[in-house]
């Protein structure tokens, strides 16, 4: 079982920056990736960046260039960085991670991103 904890959401104006974190508890398990998810009121969970244990990364389309994923192996900590926030990126955003054919998700930190 891992538990996952996010925090560093909150509000923002718009062309501001917040940096996500979440920390997996120690596992008698590998990680083998770490993804971001968010889900904005009336839609549906979309990916938003994942980072594989061979530091591999992949983005939405929507925030390439702006979002930037990484991850502390020593502190078990994937990060997001997002720059040049807009508005249509309020959501709240996940953590999830797989580890032993298992996915785990984190309980959700709140975006808020005003114009």
């Known amino acids: 079982q891992v538990q996952l904890v996010e925090s560093g959401g909150g509000l923002v104006q718009a062309g501001g920056s917040l940096r996500l974190s979440c920390a997996a508890s120690?596992?008698?398990?590998?990680?083998?990736?770490m993804a971001w998810y968010r889900q904005a009121p009336g839609k549906q969970r979309e990916l938003v960046a994942i980072?594989?244990?061979?530091?591999?990364?992949n983005y939405a389309d929507s925030v390439k260039g702006r979002f930037t994923i990484s991850g502390d192996n020593a502190k078990n900590t994937v990060y997001l960085q997002m720059n040049s926030l807009k508005p249509e990126d309020t959501a709240v955003y996940y953590c999830?991670?797989?580890?032993?054919?298992?996915?785990?998700w984190g309980q959700g930190t709140q975006v808020t991103v005003s114009s």
């Open positions: 999830r991670s797989w580890s032993a054919g298992n996915t785990y």
């Open positions: 120690r596992s008698s398990f590998r990680i083998n990736a």
């Open positions: 980072i594989g244990s061979d530091t591999s990364t």
